[in-house]
C-alpha cells in the first residue's frame, strides 16, 4: 500500500473515532492558523503617531503623503532623533515637531513635516539621497552621496508640497512623491523618481519647451573642468536664448530640450554627453545630413554666429543660413564627435574656435572678428 493510501485510511479512520485534531496529530499535520497580519512590515509606535498626526494636519492642498501607510514607509527608513522637539535635523522628531505646529498653520508648517524636510528638517535633497538609494538600490545610478546632493540641487524646488500636484512635474517634490510610493511598492514606483526627469511622471509638460533656467542649471554642473561647455552662467543663458527651444521631450535636434536632455546624461557620464549638451551639440543635437545640406556642427554655428554677430554675419559671403552651412562643412571639427569643449575650442583653428568666439561675442563684441573666422581663428 503507498504512502499517500495509507495517509487517507488513517484520516477516515480517525475522523470517525476521534475527531479532526487528533487525526493531524496522527497524520503529522501541523495544526496553522492563518494571521492576516503576517508578513506586514513592523512599525515603530513614533512612526504611528507622527503618521498619524501628519496625516491628520495636513490635508488638502498641504497634503504630503498619499496615505498614512506611504508616511510609515517613508518613516521607517528616517533617523528617529531623540525627541518631539525642533531640531532642524533629518530625522522623524523633527518632522514631527512640524507635524504639529501644523495642525494650527498647515500652511507654513506642513512641507516641514513632509518627507523632503523643506529645509527645516534637513533639505528636501537630503532626504530625497538619502531614501532613494535606500528605497531603489537598482535604479540609483550615483556612486555616491556627494554626486547626488550636487545634481539634485539643480532641480526646481516649489514654495510648498502638495502631494497631489506634485505627483508630476520636474522637481524634487515630484522625486520625493514616488520615492515615498517606492518605499510600499518599490517595483511600480522606483523607475518614476530618479533626477533624470522620467516620462510620464518627474518631467514637465512633453510639449512645452525647456526654460533657459532649467537647461543651464543641469549643464555648469555636470560639464566641469576641461569638460565644460561654457565659462559663465551668462554664456549658457546667451546661447540658450539664440537657440530653438525645442520641448521637453527632445534627444535629437537643434534644441535646448535635446541639450538639456544629454545635461542630464553627462550627470552620469560627462566623458560620453558633455559635447552633445553644449554649444555644438555635437551632432547629436542637431543634424549630420550631408545629403541635405548638414554637417554635424554647422547648424549650432551658424544660429549662434548670426544671433551673437549680425553685423559681420551679413558681410560675410555666406550670410544667410544655408550658404554659412554650405561654407561651414569643410572646417575642421565640423564633423560630429569632435568632442567640442572650452577648453578644445581654446586650442583649435577650426569650427570649434569659431563657435567659443561665437559665445563669446554676446558679452564681448570685439570676439566678433574671430567668431566669423578671422583674428584667433584665422587658419
Known amino acids: 500500500m503507498s504512502r499517500s493510501s495509507l495517509t487517507s485510511k488513517l484520516l477516515g479512520f480517525c475522523l470517525a473515532a476521534l475527531g479532526l485534531a487528533a487525526c493531524q496529530a496522527v497524520a503529522g499535520i501541523e495544526d ?17 503617531d507622527y503618521c498619524d498626526l501628519v496625516t491628520s494636519a495636513c490635508t488638502g492642498t498641504n497634503q504630503v503623503y498619499a496615505t498614512k501607510d506611504t508616511c510609515l514607509g517613508v518613516c521607517a527608513h528616517l533617523d528617529p532623533g531623540e525627541t518631539i522637539e525642533r531640531a532642524d535635523e533629518n530625522t522623524v522628531a523633527c518632522r514631527a515637531f512640524y507635524a504639529n505646529e501644523s495642525v494650527r498653520e498647515p500652511i507654513d508648517n506642513c512641507k516641514y513635516a513632509g518627507p523632503g524636510g523643506g529645509g527645516k528638517c534637513g533639505t528636501d535633497c537630503e532626504a530625497y539621497c538619502q531614501l532613494y538609494p535606500e528605497v531603489c538600490p537598482d ?39 514616488h520615492t515615498s510610493s517606492a518605499t510600499l511598492k518599490p517595483k511600480e514606483h522606483c523607475e518614476h523618481a530618479p533626477i533624470f526627469p522620467e516620462e510620464p511622471w518627474c518631467i ?27 565659462q559663465s552662467e551668462a554664456e549658457c543663458n546667451a546661447v540658450c536664448n539664440a537657440l530653438p527651444p525645442g520641448t521637453n521631450e527632445d534627444e535629437t535636434g537643434n534644441s535646448v530640450g535635446c541639450r538639456r536632455y544629454h545635461s542630464f546624461n553627462s550627470s552620469l557620464g560627462p566623458e560620453n554627453h558633455c559635447s552633445h549638451s553644449g554649444p555644438t551639440g555635437d551632432g547629436h543635437c542637431g ?4 545629403d541635405n545640406g548638414y554637417r554635424g556642427n554647422c547648424e549650432s554655428y551658424c544660429t549662434l554666429v548670426a544671433a551673437a554677430c549680425p553685423t ?36 583649435s583653428t577650426g569650427l570649434s574656435c569659431r563657435v567659443l ?16 573666422g578671422g583674428d584667433q581663428c584665422a587658419e
Open 357 to 372: 568666439y561665437s559665445v563669446r561675442a554676446f558679452e564681448d563684441q570685439t570676439a566678433c572678428a574671430s567668431a566669423v
Open 204 to 230: 514637465n509638460a512633453l510639449d512645452e519647451p525647456p526654460t533657459c533656467e532649467a537647461y543651464c542649471a543641469i549643464e555648469l554642473v555636470a560639464c566641469t573642468g576641461d569638460l565644460a561647455q561654457y
Open 32 to 48: 496553522r492558523t492563518l494571521d492576516p497580519e503576517a508578513g506586514k512590515p513592523v512599525y515603530s509606535q513614533q512612526c504611528h
Open 312 to 347: 559681420e554675419f551679413e558681410q560675410q559671403a555666406w550670410n544667410t543660413p544655408e550658404k554659412c552651412m554650405e561654407a561651414c562643412i569643410d572646417l575642421p571639427e565640423a564633423p560630429a564627435d569632435s568632442k567640442y569643449s572650452v577648453a578644445n575650442a581654446e586650442k
Open 139 to 177: 535604479d540609483y545610478k550615483y556612486t555616491s552621496t556627494a554626486d547626488c546632493l550636487k545634481f539634485c540641487g539643480t532641480l526646481q524646488d516649489q514654495d510648498s508640497f502638495d502631494v497631489v500636484r506634485d505627483h508630476g512635474g520636474d522637481s524634487i517634490e515630484c522625486r520625493l512623491v
Open 287 to 290: 543634424h549630420d545630413d550631408l
